[in-house]
């Protein structure tokens, strides 16, 4: 069957096994990893990282490994160029833009998808340092003139929505949302106490330092709350100081990377999930809470927006304002009518999405991308 699918080759910083690995990383292992099950012969080409293999396999899916961190944004394509320079015409290029771009365009010999899941803007320079922020920012300045006649998959209507304001013709851009795997992500029986779960990457854009601010007023109204802070990253340790700062270090835990039996368990056992991010790209964290039957605290901003329903599955918050916040959780902990009806609805709301309906989708823009195009010129 493979023979007559178009092998498609992934281009992306990280994999599902890096330890930096986050949302953009779950969605590539899924919908490509079913790709491979479907029998499209697939290669992602990422970025090493210590004790990683050169060379290795997701599923059926070949993973192929160059450089660090810093030199994959050279070595990287180089790679992948010259992989598909050896395959032929019945291939196509996956560009995965969630850091740098690629400008796959300017170099591919085969159609390039864009695959969006966010993009920086003027964040990059509250995450990263000056000049890192500004390489970042300048190279999505590129992306509106070298991307413009490139198909883009964009994950969430906020995502679409930028690009377009960036100069991307409406036409170009295909909202194609997350999904969930319900097998691993389902409700638990048992009732869970007063924890608030914040879990994914900790990073400074992700301003968990507001639900840290906001949690003298919670233990004021909720003597017996605890947050939860699940997962690595740079604003770990200055989080630490900031609970250290406030004298709340019995209602904080730091529990760092875990698996994902520990993760789905984590889920299960909190009452609310809190995401006070500056930006996301959709916010997959917030679904995958929301198929556990935990409704969300979110900032109102791109991406949470568009995963949060306001009142529905969960509450929407002015972003960065912790007042708000604060107040927003001691509602969904103290007011049990209010959270069995936002649970109600983050479980309805979760049924919507799926990985093998976005699977369908992505492949049959794969198909099609493959059928018309040829060799660039």
């Known amino acids: 069957m493979a023979a007559d699918?178009?092998?498609?080759?992934?281009?992306n910083e990280r994999d599902i096994e890096n330890p930096l690995a986050g949302g953009a990383e779950v969605h590539q292992h899924e919908v490509f990893g079913r790709l491979a099950e479907r029998g499209f012969p697939v290669t992602l080409v990422c970025a090493g990282y210590p004790g990683a293999a050169a060379i290795g396999a997701e599923g059926r899916m070949r993973v192929l490994r160059v450089g660090n961190r810093y030199s994959f944004y050279a070595r990287g394509p180089l790679l992948a160029r010259r992989l598909v320079r050896d395959v032929g015409d019945r291939a196509l290029l996956v560009e995965n833009l969630n850091k740098l771009p690629?400008?796959?365009?300017?170099?591919?010999?085969?159609?390039?998808?864009?695959l969006v899941h966010h993009l920086f803007g003027a964040t990059a320079f509250r995450q990263v340092s000056f000049p890192v922020a500004m390489i970042t920012f300048l190279s999505e300045r590129g992306?509106?003139?070298i991307y413009r006649d490139v198909p883009l998959i964009a994950v969430s209507p906020s995502t679409r929505d930028d690009l377009i304001a960036r100069g991307i013709a409406p036409d170009h851009v295909t909202f194609i949302p997350n999904g969930l795997d319900h097998e691993r992500y389902r409700p638990s029986s048992r009732p869970p106490g007063p924890v608030v779960l914040s879990l994914g990457r900790v990073e400074s854009y992700k301003r968990i330092d507001v639900v840290v601010a906001a949690m003298p007023r919670l233990l004021a109204a909720v003597p017996k709350a605890r947050l939860v802070i699940v997962g690595r990253g740079d604003a770990v340790q200055?989080?630490?100081?900031?609970?250290?700062?406030?004298?709340?270090?019995?209602?904080?835990?730091?529990?760092?990377?875990?698996?994902?039996?520990?993760?789905?368990?984590l889920y299960q056992a909190a009452r609310v999930f809190?995401?006070?991010?500056?930006?996301?790209?959709?916010?997959?964290?917030?679904?995958?809470?929301?198929?556990?039957?935990?409704?969300?605290?979110?900032s109102d901003s791109p991406g949470l927006r568009d995963s949060v329903r306001h009142e529905e599955s969960g509450v929407l918050v002015r972003?960065?304002?912790?007042?708000?916040?604060?107040?927003?959780?001691?509602?969904?902990?103290?007011?049990?009518?209010a959270w069995h009806r936002l649970r109600t609805g983050a479980l309805a709301w979760a049924q919507r999405f799926t990985w093998d309906g976005v699977t369908d989708e992505i492949e049959a823009v794969v198909e099609r991308l493959a059928d018309f195009g040829g060799a660039r010129a």
């Open 238 to 265: 200055p989080l630490q100081q900031q609970v250290a700062r406030l004298g709340i270090g019995d209602a904080v835990e730091f529990r760092g990377f875990v698996s994902e039996e520990e993760k789905v368990a």
């Open 143 to 145: 992306i509106p003139t």
């Open 5 to 11: 699918r178009p092998h498609v080759f992934v281009l």
């Open 319 to 337: 972003h960065g304002d912790a007042a708000a916040c604060a107040a927003a959780l001691v509602r969904l902990l103290t007011d049990d009518a």
């Open 102 to 114: 690629f400008y796959g365009p300017l170099w591919s010999s085969v159609p390039v998808l864009g």
């Open 274 to 298: 809190v995401n006070p991010s500056e930006k996301e790209g959709w916010g997959l964290t917030v679904l995958e809470a929301a198929a556990c039957g935990v409704p969300a605290v979110a």
